[in-house]
């Protein structure tokens, strides 16, 4: 079974390009970030023509998560039980909860799409949220592995966070910014303490998933490796290959984020014939 993760900055703006590209690259399982959509805005037509069902959860044209699978989806979670919500001016339990996580499970494997918040400036309450929604999610994700650590399990997305110094072009750009800050780096550190881990990097050791717009940073590699497959003990004993598809940073109104791939040793009666990727 072939799973992917990809903010596309706009699935309505993006949707040949993304659905080409699942064709193309005979992906099972996609995991979308940032779709910017209401669930009546999304393009599902492009997508079921194409073979795949979609799953989402859009709250207006910020944020929002989905997932593309030609394999049944099952149990969509929407939001994690203790998510933490923000609004900008507003303090208190009840503040709206974002559209920044849905969870499926696909043949037996649970997977969520996370879209983490950016966090903005240090000293920002956007900061503040940002550390508390991770920490929420790793205790959920705590429990979720004692109640079934034989369930491969996965958190893949844009993280928003670079945990090394060489996930970011120079690290010393970033002094005093978010995406390096300690703090961050604790919180995305938390997650392998109660156990997950980088299912990509022991396969694919350099490379970003990310470049802005500005100032050329595509062409001249400035890039930072923010997104990530994060899986349990189970899922990464089914991990066999994995890349960093950076080519489609390239072409017409491209992402800029890009897609991450994994393989897993996973029969689900499509893969015959599929191309392997590396």
């Not at 039980?81 to 001016?89: E, H, I, L, T, Y």
Request: hydrophobic share 40%.
């Amino acid at each position: 079974m072939r799973v992917a993760t990809w903010n596309v900055n706009s699935v309505r703006a993006r949707s040949g390009r993304v659905v080409d590209w699942l064709v193309r690259e005979d992906v099972d399982v996609l995991g979308l970030q940032e779709i910017k959509c209401k669930p009546e805005q999304f393009p599902y037509d492009a997508f079921r023509e194409a073979g795949y069902e979609v799953e989402l959860h859009g709250l207006s044209q910020w944020n929002g998560v989905a997932f593309a699978s030609r394999l049944p989806m099952e149990d969509v979670e929407v939001t994690f039980p203790s998510q933490p919500g923000f609004a900008k001016g507003h303090e208190g339990p009840d503040q709206p909860k974002e559209a920044r996580a849905i969870g499926v499970t696909v043949e037996g494997v649970r997977l969520w799409s996370l879209y983490v918040p950016n966090g903005r400036e240090l000293g920002d309450p956007h900061y503040a949220y940002k550390l508390d929604w991770l920490a929420a999610l790793a205790r959920e994700t705590e429990g979720w592995l004692a109640a079934r650590p034989d369930q491969p399990l996965a958190l893949m997305g844009d993280w928003n966070v670079a945990p090394l110094d060489t996930d970011v072009w120079d690290v010393t750009v970033f002094e005093g910014s978010t995406h390096v800050s300690r703090p961050e780096r604790d919180a995305f550190a938390e997650f392998e303490r109660v156990g997950l881990s980088d299912v990509v990097r022991p396969l694919v050791p350099e490379g970003y998933t990310y470049w802005d717009y500005k100032q050329l940073r595509f062409p001249k590699d400035e890039g930072m490796r923010i997104d990530f497959v994060m899986g349990s003990a189970a899922f990464a004993d089914l991990v066999t290959h994995a890349r960093i598809d950076r080519d489609e940073r390239k072409g017409d109104a491209p992402s800029d984020h890009v897609p991450v791939v994994v393989d897993l040793e996973l029969d689900t009666g499509l893969d015959d014939d599929r191309p392997m990727i590396f």
